[in-house]
């Protein structure tokens, strides 16, 4: 576990960090909303937190999974279910390249820009999917439900770029490069499957390759520090957020896809 007050890392199952005796907030398995140390019950949705670990959630490079509560663990896992979701996937530049090859530097400033860009996940209630290096899979609508998971997804990608430029500010104030942020947002129905690895764990995999791919391709077409999204999230979040064509068309096998830049919110309230 990575401390956040010092960035010490501590063996898992700690309480309080070895170096700087911060005590470990409670991350809530039902939610994702972190908990004071001393807390019983989740503050977000009331969720008991007793079989909640204190810490922080899974480092880059390693699979995150969804821990059920002890009165869901027996139950069994289902095939497959069908479900539309908004998937984003995001990459880092430019810290892994620039340092490479002392992965030590690159991974100093690249862990804690994946942490502020976690909590921006789980504040909307959305679940990292996959880790891959310095990119990662998000998805909104799976496991947990959301009509407005479209808008969920593009809200958080907002907040991912507003912490990540605050962070890049005091990374460059340190005279160190700092890194850039591509969010790419697709919207599609997909087959999530869970996958019981212990008596408490369940990792939650989707499976709709079209969806993920196109959400990867314009990820690539968004300008750095930008967010890009599909004609389906466009249609879905229209007036809540303003959309410019970027002139951009992927071909897909079910026809072109057009290609926008979310560039801000729009006039329409927003519940969130």
């Keep these: 576990m990575i401390c956040s007050n010092c960035g010490a890392e501590n063996p898992t199952g700690l309480k309080f960090c070895e170096q700087c ?11 994702g909303f972190e908990n004071s140390a001393a807390a019983r019950f989740c503050g977000e949705c009331a969720a008991p937190l007793s079989a909640a670990a204190p810490g922080l959630a899974p480092q880059p490079g390693t699979t995150p999974s969804v821990q059920l509560l002890p009165k869901e663990a027996d139950a069994p896992a289902p095939e497959g279910e069908r479900k539309t979701v908004t998937a984003l996937f ?17 991974s100093a400033i690249v862990v ?23 990119d990662f899979l998000a998805l909104f609508g799976a496991p947990i439900a959301h009509e407005d998971h479209a808008q969920r997804a593009l809200y958080a990608a907002f ?11 005091r990374i460059r104030a340190e005279g160190r490069i700092a890194p850039q942020v591509r969010i790419g947002a697709n919207t599609g129905e997909v087959v999530v499957r869970s996958i019981k690895t212990d008596e408490t764990h369940t990792e939650y995999t989707p499976i709709g390759h079209s969806v993920i791919n196109l959400a990867t391709r ?5 300008p750095a520090g930008s967010i890009a999204a599909t004609e389906q999230v466009r249609k879905l979040c229209e007036g809540y957020f303003v959309f410019k064509g ?7 096998v079910t026809g072109p896809v057009n290609v926008y830049e979310v560039t801000g919110l729009g006039p329409l309230g927003r519940r969130l």
Excluded at 90 to 106: H, S
Excluded at 159 to 169: G, I, L, P, T
């Design 90 to 106: 995001v990459g880092i530049t430019g810290p892994m390249q620039l340092y490479y090859p002392d992965l030590e530097k690159a």
């Design 218 to 222: 314009i990820q690539v077409l968004a």
């Design 159 to 169: 907040r991912m770029q507003e912490e990540m430029k605050r962070y890049s500010d």
């Design 246 to 252: 970027l002139g951009q068309i992927i071909k897909q």
């Design 21 to 31: 005796a911060a005590p470990f907030k409670k991350r809530c398995a039902r939610c």
């Design 112 to 134: 804690p820009a994946f942490e502020l860009m976690r909590d921006a996940v789980h504040r909307y209630n959305g679940c990292i999917a996959h880790v891959l290096g310095d």
